[in-house]
T-cell receptor, first 113, second 115 residues
Framework: GDSVTQMEGPVTLSEEAFLTINCTYT??????LFWYVQYPGEGLQLLLK?????DKGSNKGFEATYRKETTSFHLEKGSVQVSDSAVYFC????????????FGSGTRLQVQP | KAGVTQTPRYLIKTRGQQVTLSCSPI?????VSWYQQTPGQGLQFLFE???????NKGNFPGRFSGRQFSNSRSEMNVSTLELGDSALYLC??????????????FGQGTRLTVV
């Protein structure tokens, strides 16, 4: 079945540092890939998505590129802020008949001033 | 446009009881999915409803059930509660139809504690 593996946290960075959170996936066909973010006490918010190979999703300074050859979708940001502290989830959704989201285990990011 | 609304936000129940959680999707969205989030198992898919029909189901026991009404509002029910059912239950809605690439919008969740 489908699966998503992302790096263990917590990841602790200083403000303005570079961020990378690794995500790899296993799926048949051509899944869509997502990064969701969860702030304390909240539900999930979509951060960015990519629906086909070599697509780059971007939002709020975050970027991730759909790499089919390495089955990866790593999240990056050039300069993190304290307000980026949250839990980040990589997820995939299959094509017709497999629309349910499969999530990775989540990576907690802590940004220190 | 109002977001996905889940009620109640918090619930405390006793083992053996049953519970019903409610979800109102974004206006115009006809697909509603439910997920369970626990520290040990992470986020796991429970089921998806579209136009009042269950169209996908995760690997959960039959104690977990759901339904969708004609106005797209959805409820999920858990019977004979166990301590392990303590979790954050998240509801997500998607626009009508659509494939896997369409964004799922999540509610804030219902925190269920079983004692």
């Amino acid at each position: 079945g489908d699966s998503v593996t992302q790096m263990e946290g917590p990841v602790t960075l200083s403000e303005e540092a570079f961020l990378t959170i690794n995500c790899t996936y296993t799926a048949t066909g051509y899944p869509s890939l997502f990064w969701y973010v969860q702030y304390p006490g909240e539900g999930l918010q979509l951060l960015l998505k990519a629906t086909k190979a070599d697509d780059k999703g971007s939002n709020k300074g975050f970027e991730a590129t759909y790499r089919k050859e390495t089955t990866s979708f790593h999240l990056e940001k050039g300069s993190v802020q304290v307000s980026d502290s949250a839990v980040y989830f990589c997820a995939l959704s299959g094509d017709t008949g497999r629309r349910a989201l499969t999530f990775g285990s989540g990576t907690r990011l802590q940004v220190q001033p | 446009k109002a977001g996905v609304t889940q009620t109640p936000r918090y619930l405390i129940k006793t083992r053996g009881q049953q519970v019903t959680l409610s979800c109102s999707p974004i206006s115009g969205h006809r697909s509603v999915s439910w997920y369970q989030q626990t520290p040990g198992q992470g986020l796991q898919f429970l089921f998806e409803y579209f136009s009042e029909t269950q169209r996908n189901k995760g690997n959960f026991p039959g104690r977990f059930s759901g339904r969708q009404f004609s106005n797209s509002r959805s409820e999920m029910n858990v019977s004979t509660l166990e301590l392990g059912d303590s979790a954050l239950y998240l509801c997500a809605s998607r626009p009508a139809g659509g494939q896997g690439e369409t964004e799922a919008f999540f509610g804030q969740g219902t925190r269920l504690t079983v004692v």
